[in-house]
């Protein structure tokens, strides 16, 4: 049996098991829908239900999983918006958080719905509804039943900032799993892989080289799109203070950046850390439980203000991280602190002009600290633990000019990475998509 049509075979079982298992998944929306975890009122829209009317025409469909690929496409989806406006945009994600923050970034013409599970009907009631002409994925999006759906209705199908992380790629490598990876695959007219390493991964699970290019990491290319109105506030309370700040915090690297805080308030009585946690819940916890110990902290999401008695201000709530960084001048990167974790995005963080500072834990995002630190070694700094963190932090804290150094080394490295990213993708989605783009519906 050669290998596309033991592919299919893989992909019949995957279908079918997919199809049985439907009313299981339709009672897990809604449970947790029932937990608010999914849209009060648009989570039937996961089970291939529209909430909006197809206009007529061309569509074009952008799928990303959440809020952070859906920061990454945003731009580009501009860029489609202005330079064909003959097409209609559909941008689909999975997460209620991602909705809330992306919908009002979109242009006002894009069509904004939740993506549907993965099984049988519910693909095939979106596709037949909304009949894109071509479907842009974000990063790791790859279903069967999508992926193989889209492709039997004629779907075009591109993947950008196209990553796959060592445990991902050894789940698709084996045995029997690979020959479906390689069926998904072999569908794509265009995939855009993010360093050399992934373009590998996707070749040894079968993609054709003449699909891949790369085009730079979008992460790069994301926009100014924020305002800072909301922070005018915060930025007169912190003045006069040495403030850090700890984002993307996981659990169990609390008590590392806590740690660091307590020991450089003895020497930095004035000082403000600034903690945003990967999940607001688990921010409100830490806050509940430093209250009780005594500690000021002020909550972002009760409203509280900072005072000059306030030491720590918990930032539990989602979308603000660019802006806050905007807002103070050192950032230390979360999950990278602990073993097993795999690091979080350095560029936003570069973008707005903060020294950087991470753990050595960075898994796949090793690569953006290895070309940041090629273009400017002080752009980024990798610290091993508690005791080097506090030892850099107040080196920073206590030199103006060491500070300011860095924070302009990291700009400066953002920059020269980042030009033309969001032109790349379009170039090569204008060439590899567009230029096939059928009659009018």
């Keep these: ?34 937990r608010g975890l999914e849209h009060p ?24 999983v959440s809020l952070g690929e859906g920061m990454c496409v945003v731009p580009v989806i501009k860029r489609c918006v202005e330079q064909r406006p003959d097409v209609t945009v559909l941008m689909t994600t999975t997460t209620a958080s991602a909705f809330e ?61 196209a990553r796959m992380s060592i445990k991902s790629f050894n789940n698709w490598s084996r045995p029997v799993v690979r ?21 590998i991964h996707f070749q040894l699970l079968q993609a054709s080289p003449l699909i891949i290019n790369f085009s730079g990491d979008l992460k790069l290319g994301i926009e100014e799109l924020f305002n800072m109105t909301n922070m005018e506030d915060l930025k007169e309370n912190i003045v006069g203070r040495s403030v850090w700040m700890a984002s993307s915090i996981h659990r169990g690297e609390e ?55 306030t030491s720590i ?38 973008a707005a002009g903060c020294a950087v500072l991470t753990g050595q834990h960075v898994g796949h995002f090793s690569n953006m600290v290895m070309v940041m630190q090629r273009l400017n070694p002080l752009s980024i700094m990798q610290v091993s633990g508690g005791l080097e963190l506090e030892e850099n932090l107040d080196i920073l804290l206590s030199s103006p000019e060491i500070l300011e150094e860095r924070r302009l080394a990291a700009k400066r490295a953002f920059h020269g990475l980042s030009n033309g990213v969001v032109e790349n993708v379009w170039t090569l989605l204008q060439f590899h998509i567009f230029r096939n783009k059928p009659l009018q519906l």
């Design 101 to 161: 923050v992306l919908k009002p970034l979109l242009p006002c013409n894009v069509i904004y719905q939740f993506a549907p599970v993965d099984t049988p009907v519910a693909v095939n009631a979106f596709l037949e509804y909304w009949k894109p002409y071509a479907l842009v994925l974000v990063e790791s999006e790859l279903w069967p039943n999508l992926v193989l759906g889209a492709s039997a209705n004629g779907v075009m199908l591109a993947l950008i900032n």
């Design 179 to 199: 020959l479906l990876a390689s069926l998904m695959l072999s569908k794509f007219s265009l995939i855009l892989p993010l360093s050399n390493i992934q373009a």
């Design 1 to 34: 049996m050669g290998a596309s049509k033991a592919g299919e075979t893989v992909y019949m079982i995957y279908k079918a098991l997919t199809y049985g298992l439907s009313p299981l998944i339709h009672l897990h929306l809604r449970w947790r829908k029932f």
């Design 41 to 64: 009122l648009r989570w039937p829209e996961r089970l291939g239900q529209p909430s909006h009317r197809r206009p007529p025409g061309s569509l074009i469909w952008f799928h990303a």
């Design 313 to 350: 201000y918990m930032v539990d709530t989602l979308g603000e991280l660019r802006q806050f960084y905007r807002l103070t001048p050192i950032a230390v990167i979360g999950g990278s602190f602990l073993p097993g974790f795999t690091g979080h995005n350095i560029f936003e963080a570069a």
């Design 255 to 309: 008590e590392v950046m806590l740690g660091v805080h307590r020991a450089l308030m003895q020497k930095h009585p004035n000082i403000l850390a600034i903690i945003v946690p990967r999940h607001p819940h688990f921010g409100q916890e830490i806050a509940f439980d430093l209250q009780k110990k005594g500690v000021n902290v002020a909550l972002r999401s009760h409203g509280d203000s900072i005072t000059s008695e």
